[in-house]
């Protein structure tokens, strides 16, 4: 018997409410891109999707070597805007991208701080290779070189630009 006054909640409320919550967190924990261009080909294509793990302030630092990562893509500076995102498959920037950011870009990290920076790496990082990369930096490239705007031209990718890791491929949508 309850006491007078109490009510009984159906299991079916909360069992709705329990789930939408968890479907609230999840949104905030993990998000869903679609690769755009052939800079990651032959790991990732074009129009392939990939589940991310969102990286909240203290998550940098389990970004290793040959992580693959969703990161903010700013141009050069004094490239002109526009094309060269579009050439290098970089899709437009998001809500909630930082601010001078022109969209988003997947690439594999090759060194994250403390590693030595790797020879050969082009112009942006000829002068630093065999130093040790900086903290919250990372050094990125696209598995296809051929076709990847990267640290070779942009030169290192700060931590707080990194959006997230990416955990698996996904089945294409049907």
Not at 58 to 71: E, L, P
Not at 98 to 113: E, T
Request: charged share 25%; with cysteine; aromatic share 4%.
């Amino acid at each position: 018997m309850r006491p007078s006054g109490q009510r009984l909640v159906p299991v079916s409320v909360l069992t709705v409410g329990t789930s939408l919550v968890g479907l609230l967190l999840a949104r905030r924990r993990f998000v869903v891109i679609t690769v755009a261009g052939g800079s990651m080909e032959p790991t990732y294509r074009s129009g392939d999707r990939a589940l991310v793990r969102r990286l909240g302030r203290s998550g940098r630092a389990g970004i290793g070597r040959d992580s693959v990562v969703v990161a903010a893509w700013r141009p050069p500076s004094g490239a002109p805007p526009g094309k060269a995102a579009v050439a290098h498959g970089v899709t437009r920037r998001p809500t909630g991208a930082p601010r001078k950011a022109r969209g988003w870009m997947i690439k594999r990290v090759v060194a994250s701080p403390g590693d030595p920076v790797p020879a050969g790496l082009g112009p942006a990082l000829t002068t630093d290779a065999g130093k040790p990369v900086p903290r919250d930096r990372f050094v990125v490239t696209g598995d296809n070189t051929a076709h990847s705007h990267d640290s070779r031209h942009i030169g290192y990718v700060d931590g707080c630009d990194v959006l997230g890791v990416v955990i698996r491929r996904l089945e294409p949508r049907r």
